[in-house]
């Protein structure tokens, strides 16, 4: 299976540079996997194709302000440094620029020296390990000195650096945002559940996948980045009795997508753990947890732009996309959404 199979050609400006002043204003595309058909909708819509008894699957993953730029301690160069997985105390995996200034040994200082990062392991393509030196506690420091990692296709600056969390993240620890989980309210998840609706919370830190692009020619031969999963007991619980009493489990995003599915192949079934996952799950995939997903507009080629297409088929994908692009839909982290039924 061939990586170009899954491109297609999406103009400039329908990348969302900023997200919509409501979040559950974005536009909705409704996708049958089965017929292929098509609707259009708004995202507060998705309420009429949930049904009670029905579980929604949120993942509460909170986006560390983990880009931080600094300096060389020696010569005073400046570095960027991206925070992607806490290895162990204070020791951390960083995809750094330019990585080719930063050897064995580097230090680099951030906000006068209030925090500094002395790399201890040298890795491919731009990743290093650090241990961070700081007194206090390292989360406010970086709320202070940190930003938002914003996608690369992000140029404006983001005013409410709160826009690029869901309203119900909690669980700090990602890289990226969950994206599809932008689209909620408070008030739009208050109406789900009063419709008998169930909403399950599970953790999935988004890592370096994210920011790297397919770069082999046969889909098989790429290899994903593992990423750390959790589930309680009282979430596995309520999935298996949305199973036995034949309810559909609705992920939203690709992230609560491969944790369950990640579960479900692990154990045959629901259950409280956690632990690594790097599942990459692309056409021919059968799926064994989720029934529905919403979704945003991936790039193209990208590794979620194939997880979608196992889930609907990739004409199905390719063609629904290009009536996005007709109808002048919003793509990517701040554009607008789809649901897959």
């Known amino acids: 299976m061939k990586v170009e199979d899954f491109d297609y050609n999406l103009p400039e400006r329908l990348i969302a540079q900023t997200p919509l002043e409501k979040?559950?204003?974005?536009?909705?595309?409704i996708l049958d996997k089965n017929t292929g058909e098509i609707e259009h909708k708004h995202f507060y819509d998705i309420i009429d194709y949930l049904e009670k008894g029905d579980t929604l699957v949120l993942n509460d993953t909170k986006v560390l302000p983990a880009r931080l730029i600094g300096e060389?301690?020696?010569?005073?160069?400046?570095?960027?440094?991206?925070?992607?997985?806490n290895i162990e105390k204070d020791n951390w995996e960083c995809l750094v620029k330019p990585?080719?200034?930063?050897?064995?040994?580097?230090?680099?200082?951030?906000?006068?020296g209030k925090l500094k990062a002395k790399c201890i392991k040298e890795d491919k393509e731009g990743i290093r390990h650090f241990t961070l030196i700081y007194d206090g506690i390292l989360l406010e420091i970086l709320e202070e000195?940190?930003?938002m990692p914003l996608p690369p296709y992000i140029h404006e600056k983001l005013e409410d650096q709160s826009r690029y969390q869901t309203v119900y993240a909690k669980?700090?620890?990602s890289a990226a945002a969950p994206t599809a989980g932008l689209h909620f309210t408070p008030e739009l998840l208050e109406k789900i559940k009063n419709k008998g609706v169930n909403i399950a919370y599970i953790t999935l830190h988004v890592g370096l996948g994210t920011f790297r692009p397919v770069n082999v020619e046969k889909v098989?031969?790429?290899?994903?980045?593992?990423?750390?999963?959790?589930?309680?007991?009282?979430?596995?619980?309520?999935?298996?009795?949305?199973?036995?009493?034949?309810?559909?489990?609705?992920?939203?995003?690709?992230?609560?997508?491969?944790?369950?599915e990640t579960i479900m192949t692990k154990y045959n079934k629901f259950q409280e753990c956690s632990g690594w996952t790097n599942i990459f799950i692309y056409p021919g995939y059968h799926f064994k947890a989720i029934d529905n997903l919403i979704t945003n507009f991936h790039l193209p080629k990208s590794t979620l732009v194939m997880l979608v297409s196992a889930l609907a088929g990739r004409d199905n994908i390719l063609h629904a996309y290009n009536e996005a692009i007709k109808r002048e839909y919003r793509f990517f982290s701040f554009g607008d959404a789809m649901l897959i039924k």
């Open 23 to 29: 979040r559950d204003s974005s536009k909705l595309l």
């Open 72 to 85: 060389k301690e020696t010569t005073g160069a400046v570095i960027e440094i991206l925070l992607l997985k």
């Open 99 to 112: 990585a080719r200034r930063v050897k064995v040994g580097t230090i680099v200082c951030f906000g006068n």
């Open 145 to 147: 000195l940190g930003t």
């Open 171 to 173: 669980e700090v620890g």
């Open 220 to 260: 098989e031969e790429h290899e994903m980045h593992s990423e750390y999963y959790q589930m309680t007991k009282e979430v596995a619980d309520l999935l298996t009795k949305t199973k036995k009493e034949n309810h559909k489990i609705i992920a939203v995003g690709t992230t609560s997508t491969r944790t369950l």
